[in-house]
């Protein structure tokens, strides 16, 4: 019988255990790689606390994880702990699952004040990731704009919007919660830089940004004149938004304003954010946003830039630099390289997209080791002896498993899935059965 095949899967979000399923179902071995002890990528780290039931695809995940042949190898990162070509010694094959790990740039005067953050470094602070629990949000001014119409934008703006009472029950982290309960945000205005029937957020999204106990929201009617849907989605996103027009504010304490057919050219400010400067913006026929040079400028004192997130190099792989993603054909960047998610399509679709594209990869993948079209690995023997030998700590799924335990017991008796362990220091205490 043969051997079977041996693959590493770096990183262990959404797409890395969608391959990793694929991969074992095809009779391999998988060897996941994650610079994180904690596995699940976006799922723990990126998806609203709020969303505890988008939350629970990691189900799916603990099960894939449980299979014979899976190993999960945390704190461990390609390019610093183990090289790309090292891999190819190791392993007969390596798909790269490592997602979009940097936020796209504007390009315009004021992005880099203090005061102007990217979304995504908000929502890893929020969620706990360990890289982010330095950062300091002053939410102290009254007003918020949020650059985009994504769903991170709409993340992002609900997530100012919540109250304590609901903050409580989710796994927020203790400091975000009480930043967002206690600031002093009255408003949170979402500026789109077309229209609404291009906005690319979901209904169902939408539709939270009008439950919310805290926040009336606020779209004005003038704006959504003569749009004409472009698909289901875009149809139902404007019957919703309509409705929101309509609504009269109930006085809550915060406000959430839904503007569009503006772009941001300026962010204001000399130490720090004081406004942001917009332009308006009409389509040309191709329904690009066009500047009319008509521009206005909102005071505020914290800008969110939610306008996608932006892949990242990795040594030894090739990239390309327009689109932040490593080239690749179906999923096949090389020989014996393969990639799944968002490094492969750009960021784009939500976690069961994942699936297709890791499985489309995986079936490739599989077939060229049938055909024989992989070069043979080198000779080295197993990664857990290069890493020994490089006296590097590795978090093995027993150890995630130790770091779940104890964030569950912090979090049972205050009625909350999790109290997360948010440092390194902590997560590998824990990983390693110590004391925390
Ligand atoms: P996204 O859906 O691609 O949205 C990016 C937004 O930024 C778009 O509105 C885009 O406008 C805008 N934008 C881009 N460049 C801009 C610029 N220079 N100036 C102004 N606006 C600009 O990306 P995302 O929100 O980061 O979300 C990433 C993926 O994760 C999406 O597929 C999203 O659906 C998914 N996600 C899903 C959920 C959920 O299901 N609850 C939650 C979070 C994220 P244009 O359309 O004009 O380019």
Known sequence: MNEPLRVAVVGSGPAGFYAAGALLAGGAEVDMLERLPTPWGLVRLGVAPDHPKIKSVSRAFEKIAAQDGFRFLGNIEVGRDVRHDELLDLYDAVVYAVGAQTDRRMGIPGEDLPGSWPATEFVAWYNGHPDFQHLHFDLSGKRAVVIGNGNVAVDVARMLALTKEELDPTDTTDPAIDAIANCGIEEIVMVGRRGPA?????????????????????????????????????????????????????????????????????????????????????LDEDERAVPTGETETLDCSVVFRSVGYRGVALPGVPFDESRGTIPN???????RVYVA????????????????????????????????????????????????????????????????????????????????????????????????
Request: aromatic share 4%; with cysteine.
């Open 198 to 282: 291009q906005a690319a957020f979901t209904t169902p999204e939408l539709i939270e940004l009008g439950e919310l106990a805290g926040a009336d929201v606020v779209v004005e009617a003038a704006e959504l004149e003569g749009a004409e849907p472009r698909g289901t989605n875009s149809e139902r996103n404007l019957e919703v938004l309509r409705e929101y027009a309509r609504r009269e504010p109930t006085g809550k304490p915060r406000r959430i304003v839904l503007r569009f057919f503006r772009s941001p050219t300026a962010i204001l400010g000399d130490d720090r954010v004081t406004g942001i400067q917009l332009v308006r913006n009409v």
């Open 329 to 335: 054909e179906g999923g096949r960047v090389g020989d």
């Open 341 to 436: 998610g968002w490094i492969k399509r750009g960021p784009s679709g939500v976690i069961g997209t994942n699936k297709k594209d890791a499985t489309e990869t995986v079936e490739l993948l599989l077939a060229d080791a049938s055909a024989g079209l992989l070069s043979p690995r080198g000779p080295a023997g197993d990664i857990t002896e290069l890493l020994a030998e490089r006296d590097l700590t590795c978090v093995s799924y027993e150890g995630w498993e130790a770091i779940d335990a104890v964030e569950t017991a912090r979090g049972e008796p205050q009625g909350r899935p999790r109290v997360k362990l948010c440092t390194w220091d902590e997560l590998l205490a824990a990983a390693a059965g110590e004391r925390v």
